[in-house]
């Protein structure tokens, strides 16, 4: 049995909890409305930079304590920054409660910004950097999300660019530290075994001097085009990614968005993984996946083939669109679909780590708590009809775009790009 509790103290923190007795660790994480989207391109990798900088020294604790604290009692600490949000979080037994609190209010207070430790953590990230561009199947995201949102500041890497980066000083990291990582802009969560007051209580001890946010976020949402963009690049593969603007996470629609992304290519079953590369052999890895924000979305194709496969591939890519448009999913494949959803769903919240990330973004971006059994029952109310209308809403040819890095150029894909 588990038990949800938020309270919301005098600083503007939300702090939620849900209670699960028959487990003895816990899940607790800080998330800061802050990621590369609130970022200009000359402070680009800015959010993702104070992410390192934080865990690099505070006033009373080394890089050493910060890391060793948490080791000596067998826990984890990571975190994480992606466009809209950066996370804290640790997983610890239940009874270093107190100590994860201290530890993470400690560099979210009190973090040194040490020019020496910056100059070395920019060394760090730019071989980050690097490291994302020497893997195209993980650069050809960035690629494509910069043609994508065009000069909108969703556009920008999370990671920031070499340019960038080099030209961040520490007086700006500050600055978006102190605008950003105040009261009603955080929200902390913990999932686990733990008592709500007590959470409260300890949170209120080491974050309630925390001054107060102010302002809002203040940006319109990108209006995304047809593109078609090319890195031209000496690989053994090109690798593509095909987008469309997809739903908010707090669009009803997103969950007949669910269904379109299992059935097309969420899954080993899925019918571009056993059109693509069981039954033609054309690629090795083909998915379809989903990305929400809080006032757009995107729906996309990723795949990488042999360069003298692109036209193919893209054929049969488009081909599976065409037919999510045109015809019904038939009864079998409509509750395949939703189970699969549904079975992977209630898996996942196995772990206190889902549960307490779930628990932030349902109230970042929803504003309260959506139970497990309130998101099944979207699920299952869910259509043939409004799959089908979903797959046309997504898949238009105005709006999809390709971006591709390889042996190919632009004219070869605008060259095979097929009509939807």
């Not at 953590?121 to 561009?133: A, Y």
């Not at 969560?189 to 949170?203: F, I, N, P, Q």
């Not at 097309?264 to 019918?271: D, F, K, P, V, Y």
Request: with cysteine.
């Amino acid at each position: 049995m588990s038990t949800y509790r938020k309270t919301v103290m005098d600083n503007g923190i939300t702090v939620i909890s849900e209670e699960i007795d028959r487990v003895r660790s816990l899940s607790l994480g800080v998330w800061v409305n802050c990621g590369s989207r609130n970022e200009e391109h000359s402070t680009n990798g800015a959010a993702h930079f104070i992410e390192h900088m934080l865990f690099k020294g505070t006033k009373k604790r080394t890089a050493f304590d910060i890391a060793s604290e948490i080791d000596s009692v067998g826990g984890i600490l990571n975190a994480c920054t992606g466009k809209e949000l950066t996370s804290f979080y640790v997983k610890i037994p239940d009874y270093h409660l107190s100590l994860a609190i201290d530890l993470l209010a400690d560099i979210l207070k009190d973090s040194a910004f040490d020019p020496e430790e910056m100059e070395k953590e920019k060394s760090v990230i730019l071989q980050e950097i690097r490291m994302v561009e020497d893997t195209p199947d993980d650069f050809i995201h960035d690629f494509f999300g910069k043609a994508f949102w065009g000069g909108h500041p969703l556009s920008l890497p999370v990671l920031g660019t070499e340019d960038s980066v080099r030209g961040i000083r520490r007086d700006a990291l500050l600055e978006i530290f102190e605008k950003y990582y105040r009261g009603g802009r955080l929200v902390l969560t913990a999932a686990g075994c733990l008592r709500h007051d007590e959470l409260v209580s300890l949170v209120g001890e080491a974050l309630g001097s925390v001054a107060p946010a102010e302002g809002g976020n203040g940006q319109d949402a990108p209006t995304p085009t047809a593109r078609v963009a090319v890195l031209e690049k000496d690989l053994e593969q090109v690798h593509m990614v095909i987008g469309s603007p997809g739903h908010t996470f707090s669009d009803p629609a997103r969950y007949a968005g669910f269904i379109v992304n299992t059935v097309l290519g969420g899954s080993m079953s899925s019918r571009l993984f056993q059109e693509v590369r069981e039954k033609r052999g054309l690629a090795y890895a083909i998915h379809s996946y989903l990305v929400s924000y809080r006032d757009v979305g995107m729906f996309g194709v990723y795949a990488g083939a042999g360069d003298e496969k692109v036209g193919e591939v893209l054929d049969v890519i488009f081909a599976e669109l065409r037919k999510l448009k045109a015809d019904l999913l038939t009864d079998k494949e409509l509750s395949s679909a939703k189970e699969q959803i549904k079975g992977r769903f209630l898996l996942s919240m196995e772990s206190t780590d889902t549960r307490m990330t779930r628990l932030a973004k349902n109230e970042i971006y929803l504003g309260r708590d959506l139970s497990l059994d309130e998101a099944i029952s979207n699920l299952e109310s869910v259509s043939a009809e409004e799959v089908r209308e979903v797959a046309r809403s997504l898949f238009k040819k105005d709006t999809v775009s390709v971006a591709a890095i390889g042996r190919v150029t632009e004219d070869d894909i605008a060259g095979n790009m097929p009509d939807l």
